[in-house]
């Protein structure tokens, strides 16, 4: 019989290095309460923003990916040509065709890179992750570059309050490459289609979502998924040094750490906050998080973060990572 | 929880112990005359959380269309109390 020979792939896989990057323009609370009915108090409470970025018609879902790329390249002091393949997790290219993965590895310089868009909408970087690691530890791609880049005020109506005010543009990147010691532990994702309804494009131009429906299930079903992440990496609750969910809500992501701290995470975990400044990006915002806590000395190489991401779908993933 | 139902003055003080756990308000504020909104000041977001910890305890389910109803604490012991 005619045996197939299989790739060998890495021990084990660890991010080599991250990046990130938003829009210039600055857009406050205030700002929007000049074009919709609402104000800076009750977006604070009820989101957490105070501050997001939104991108100009030069900012483009490709050309977000290709700096925050860069940058994550850079970081691991690695050049494009060691980089052999490109994922790019999206959800708000507002056509298929042609995806962004190959556009965007052929602009960074990466030469005739495997390439592919992914969508798991907020959970997409974790999927991406996921999905590179394994390709790393199979022989599938020696080093990947995971990318998760929105143009979400393209998809959103500019003057529809129930999601302009929480929505905004940015992308972040890791390199996924090969380790002696595991950096990225197991996935635990999932899919929630029975909810599918509550977060949609009903014209199919602008993102429509139940809100309270999708803050319940998220505040009920993610720390679950995080904990079975820690657990399949063989961790406890304790080890977390930094917990980095979606930015979706500050409200959620406060809830998500209230529920480990009873589990026994540490009260000293240091938990992401970045939608403050940033609003929710979706695929971006878990790797801009790190990007922005690891340039602000919030967080330091050889941490134990606890990653989760969730959204529409439903979809969630989550993973444990060591900080490169 | 024992399968007996419980009393209102139960739910009432099961309620107050998860509003004070949810919103930090003091358990002996949450009385059956008090709007969640207006007198508690509990947000509607708030509202989500007591309700999934109101439905774990009680063992109800509590939709959030149904929520938009219960405007005072009295409201929601009322609707446990005959729901459960
Ligand atoms: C979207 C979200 C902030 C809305 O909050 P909410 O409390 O559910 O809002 P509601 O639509 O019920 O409105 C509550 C009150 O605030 C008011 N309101 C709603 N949007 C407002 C806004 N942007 N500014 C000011 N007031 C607003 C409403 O008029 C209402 O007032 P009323 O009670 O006096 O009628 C919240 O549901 C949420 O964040 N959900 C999770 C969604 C999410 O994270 N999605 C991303 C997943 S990846």
């Not at chain 1, 042609?98 to 999927?127: E, H, R, S, T």
């Not at chain 1, 490459?177 to 029975?194: C, K, L, Q, R, Y």
């Given at each position: 019989?005619?045996?197939?020979?299989?790739?060998?792939?890495?021990?084990?896989?660890?991010?080599?290095?991250?990046?990130?990057?938003?829009?210039?323009?600055?857009?406050?609370?205030?700002?929007?309460?000049?074009?919709?009915?609402?104000?800076?108090?009750?977006?604070?409470?009820?989101?957490?923003?105070?501050?997001?970025?939104?991108?100009?018609?030069?900012?483009?879902?490709?050309?977000?990916?290709?700096?925050?790329?860069?940058?994550?390249?850079?970081?691991?002091?690695?050049?494009?040509?060691?980089?052999?393949?490109?994922?790019?997790?999206?959800?708000?290219?507002?056509?298929?065709?042609?995806?962004?993965?190959?556009?965007?590895?052929?602009?960074?310089?990466?030469?005739?890179?495997?390439?592919?868009?992914?969508?798991?909408?907020?959970?997409?970087?974790?999927?991406?992750?996921?999905?590179?690691?394994?390709?790393?530890?199979?022989?599938?791609?020696?080093?990947?570059?995971?990318?998760?880049?929105?143009?979400?005020?393209?998809?959103?109506?500019?003057?529809?309050?129930?999601?302009?005010?929480?929505?905004?543009?940015?992308?972040?990147?890791?390199?996924?490459?090969?380790?002696?010691?595991?950096?990225?532990?197991?996935?635990?994702?999932?899919?929630?289609?029975?909810?599918?309804?509550?977060?949609?494009?009903?014209?199919?131009r602008h993102i429509y979502q139940e809100g309270q429906a999708v803050f319940r299930w998220a505040t009920t079903k993610i720390a679950p998924i995080a904990l079975r992440a820690l657990e399949l990496a063989g961790l406890q609750p304790s080890d977390v040094d930094i917990l980095v969910p979606h930015q979706a809500n500050l409200r959620i992501v406060e809830a998500i750490a209230k529920k480990l701290r009873q589990k026994g995470a540490r009260e000293d975990m240091v938990v992401a906050d970045d939608i403050v400044t940033s609003g929710n990006t979706s695929s971006a915002s878990i790797p801009m998080a790190m990007d922005h806590m690891r340039a602000a000395g919030r967080i330091h190489s050889g941490d134990v973060a606890l990653l989760v991401g969730f959204g529409a779908g439903l979809s969630y993933a989550g993973q444990v990572v060591i900080c490169p | 929880m024992a399968n007996a139902k419980p009393t209102e003055e139960e739910i009432l003080a099961g309620l107050a112990e998860i509003v004070e756990e949810v919103a930090g308000v003091e358990s002996d504020e949450v009385t059956a005359d008090k709007s969640f909104v207006d007198d508690l000041d509990i947000d509607s977001l708030s509202m989500v959380e007591i309700a999934v910890q109101a439905e774990d305890r009680f063992e109800v389910k509590i939709p959030d269309a149904e929520l938009a109803n219960l405007k005072t604490v009295g409201d929601a012991v009322n609707y446990v109390a005959k729901n459960v």
């Open positions: 019989m005619t045996a197939i020979r299989l790739s060998q792939g890495a021990a084990a896989s660890r991010i080599l290095g991250i990046g990130s990057t938003q829009p210039e323009r600055v857009v406050t609370n205030d700002e929007l309460s000049t074009i919709m009915d609402t104000d800076d108090q009750w977006i604070r409470e009820r989101v957490g923003i105070r501050e997001r970025r939104f991108g100009g018609t030069e900012d483009t879902v490709v050309s977000m990916a290709v700096e925050a790329g860069s940058k994550a390249i850079a970081a691991s002091g690695l050049t494009p040509s060691d980089v052999d393949t490109v994922i790019v997790a999206n959800c708000t290219t507002t056509v298929p065709i042609p995806n962004a993965a190959a556009q965007v590895a052929d602009l960074i310089g990466i030469k005739a890179a495997g390439g592919f868009d992914l969508n798991a909408a907020c959970a997409g970087f974790c999927y991406a992750l996921a999905s590179a690691s394994d390709m790393v530890r199979a022989g599938s791609a020696t080093r990947v570059l995971v990318i998760g880049s929105e143009k979400l005020t393209d998809v959103v109506d500019p003057v529809d309050r129930s999601t302009a005010i929480i929505f905004a543009d940015g992308a972040g990147a890791a390199v996924v490459g090969p380790s002696d010691e595991p950096g990225i532990g197991p996935v635990a994702w999932g899919t929630a289609g029975d909810l599918a309804e509550t977060i949609t494009m009903p014209n199919g | -």
